[in-house]
């Protein structure tokens, strides 16, 4: 089976960035080749369409001779005449943060030799210059945190669905512990105990009696609408911060009957667009433009770990 393939290459100078890049490249969903010589990429792509298990590639190349230029050229060249679409990244920073940065991590620059570091520099700049003019992204990361980073490679190379945060709504019982790997935490254990209604006790929140009478408490619906809000927010902050993953905890004593079914209801909130957040590109509710908030960039998904237990 044949694949279409789309290769991006990452370049640049030593220190700006490359692997650091790969690996965003890597959480957006790319199958990522780090310091691959550029003789062996063609032989990747090749495998890569003839198995069709992978059509986003990411190559990380570094210059390591005078002929690196001429090379990635004729990859190029060849990749596109084979029908591969092929686009460049360049990251670049100024001389001064580079030599920093090399300094900071006491690694030797890969072109140095017996020069200085400076020398190292110099020569590489001059050696990828005709690669960075031809680049079809250059991004200096001088002042660059990851986060933005991330954000500029999303914007040009992700697809919607490979840069929505993944949320998980997790339902479980106080007395088993809170989840290690919690980024919220709920307690409804506030609301009326269905383990005390004899006809309920042996039924779970996914149930429907069990839910009505859960969601239907006093306070209930009201500390959902809360409490979808506070999720939403930080949800929106995470994906600025380049995070993709977010754990959502729910507790109630045994974990069976309040927190599934407020785990499940909320689930189901947050894979719909919120009415009241304004959409990226939309007026909200004042005719203003918020585009912090992207309520369709989150996949939920909803987990009950104590249910079950004794």
């Given at each position: 089976?044949?694949?279409?393939?789309?290769?991006?290459?990452?370049?640049?100078?030593?220190?700006?960035?490359?692997?650091?890049?790969?690996?965003?490249?890597?959480?957006?969903?790319w199958?990522?080749?780090?310091?691959?010589?550029?003789?062996?990429?063609?032989?990747?792509?090749?495998?890569?369409r003839?198995?069709?298990?992978?059509?986003?590639?990411?190559v990380?190349?570094?210059?390591?001779?005078t002929?690196?230029?001429?090379?990635?050229?004729?990859?190029?060249?060849d990749l596109?005449?084979?029908?591969?679409?092929?686009?460049?990244?360049?990251?670049?920073?100024?001389?001064?943060?580079?030599?920093?940065?090399?300094?900071?991590?006491?690694?030797?620059?890969?072109?140095?030799?017996?020069?200085?570091?400076?020398?190292?520099i110099?020569?590489?700049?001059?050696?990828?210059?005709?690669?960075?003019?031809?680049?079809?992204?250059?991004?200096?990361?001088?002042?660059?945190?990851?986060?933005?980073?991330?954000?500029?490679?999303?914007?040009?190379?992700?697809?919607?669905?490979?840069?929505?945060?993944?949320?998980?709504?997790?339902?479980?019982?106080?007395?088993?512990?809170?989840?290690?790997?919690?980024?919220?935490?709920?307690?409804?254990?506030?609301?009326?105990?269905?383990?005390?209604?004899?006809?309920?006790?042996?039924?779970?929140?996914?149930?429907?009696?069990?839910?009505?009478?859960?969601?239907?408490?006093d306070?209930?619906?009201?500390?959902?609408?809360?409490?979808?809000?506070?999720?939403?927010?930080?949800?929106?902050?995470?994906?600025?911060?380049?995070?993709?993953?977010?754990?959502?905890?729910?507790?109630?004593?045994?974990?069976?009957?309040?927190s599934?079914?407020?785990?499940?209801?909320?689930?189901?909130?947050?894979?719909?667009?919120?009415?009241?957040?304004?959409?990226?590109?939309?007026?909200?509710?004042?005719?203003?433009?918020?585009?912090?908030?992207?309520?369709?960039?989150?996949?939920?998904?909803?987990?009950?770990?104590?249910?079950?237990?004794?």
């Amino acid at each position: 089976m044949s694949a279409d393939v789309e290769v991006l290459v990452v370049t640049g100078m030593s220190g700006a960035g490359r692997s650091t890049a790969a690996k965003v490249l890597e959480d957006s969903g790319w199958y990522v080749v780090d310091n691959a010589p550029t003789r062996v990429v063609e032989n990747i792509v090749r495998v890569t369409r003839d198995e069709g298990t992978e059509s986003k590639l990411g190559v990380v190349l570094r210059a390591v001779d005078t002929n690196f230029a001429d090379e990635l050229k004729h990859l190029t060249e060849d990749l596109t005449s084979d029908g591969v679409r092929v686009k460049t990244v360049f990251l670049d920073a100024r001389d001064d943060m580079l030599v920093r940065r090399f300094e900071q991590v006491r690694r030797r620059h890969p072109l140095q030799g017996n020069g200085t570091l400076v020398d190292a520099i110099t020569s590489e700049r001059t050696m990828l210059a005709p690669i960075a003019e031809a680049a079809d992204l250059s991004i200096d990361t001088t002042s660059l945190p990851v986060a933005r980073l991330r954000q500029i490679l999303d914007e040009a190379y992700a697809q919607e669905s490979e840069t929505a945060l993944r949320v998980v709504c997790e339902s479980f019982g106080f007395k088993y512990g809170l989840p290690i790997d919690a980024d919220l935490v709920a307690d409804v254990r506030f609301l009326p105990n269905p383990f005390w209604i004899p006809e309920l006790r042996d039924h779970d929140g996914r149930e429907e009696p069990v839910r009505d009478y859960v969601l239907g408490a006093d306070g209930a619906a009201d500390y959902l609408d809360t409490y979808e809000r506070i999720v939403r927010l930080t949800a929106a902050g995470y994906r600025r911060e380049g995070k993709r993953y977010m754990t959502v905890a729910v507790g109630c004593t045994g974990g069976k009957h309040r927190s599934v079914a407020m785990a499940e209801a909320l689930s189901a909130r947050l894979q719909e667009a919120d009415p009241g957040v304004a959409q990226p590109g939309n007026g909200g509710p004042t005719g203003d433009t918020d585009s912090s908030i992207d309520t369709s960039a989150l996949s939920v998904r909803v987990v009950h770990r104590d249910l079950g237990r004794e």
